[in-house]
Nanobody, 117 residues
Framework: QVQFVESGGGLVQPGGSLRLSCAVSGTIFRVRAMGWYRQAPGKQRELVAGITSGGSTDYADSVKGRFTISRDNAKNTVYLQMNSLKFEDTAVYYC???????????WGQGTQVTVSS
């Protein structure tokens, strides 16, 4: 019903940058926001950034000042610009959509980001 096409992940050195993209197709009702979650092995999944249709953004403290989320509503695409990457940023990053009831209910397939020297 809902399809995500994620891209932009890969291997990067510490201090480097990556830009993730997520194009969404299909009909989703009562969308409040789009965002990015990440999960590393042995760690809990965390919401790293979110953006509402009006452009309001929020970030996890661990990425604030380094990551920037944006969206192109016309293209149904959300982006995550990741700068000054650290080892601890290594994770699978998932595109996600938040319903108006607050639930992050729609998940992409994930894209691997590996920060390594």
């Amino acid at each position: 019903q809902v399809q995500f096409v994620e891209s932009g992940g890969g291997l990067v050195q510490p201090g480097g940058s990556l830009r993730l993209s997520c194009a969404v197709s299909g009909t989703i009702f009562r969308v409040r926001a789009m965002g990015w979650y990440r999960q590393a092995p042995g760690k809990q999944r965390e919401l790293v950034a979110g953006i509402t249709s009006g452009g309001s953004t929020d970030y996890a403290d661990s990425v604030k000042g380094r990551f920037t989320i944006s969206r192109d509503n016309a293209k149904n695409t959300v982006y995550l610009q990741m700068n000054s990457l650290k080892f601890e940023d290594t994770a699978v990053y998932y595109c996600n959509i938040q319903r108006s009831d607050g639930a992050w209910a729609y998940w992409g397939q994930g894209t691997q980001v590996t920060v390594s020297s």
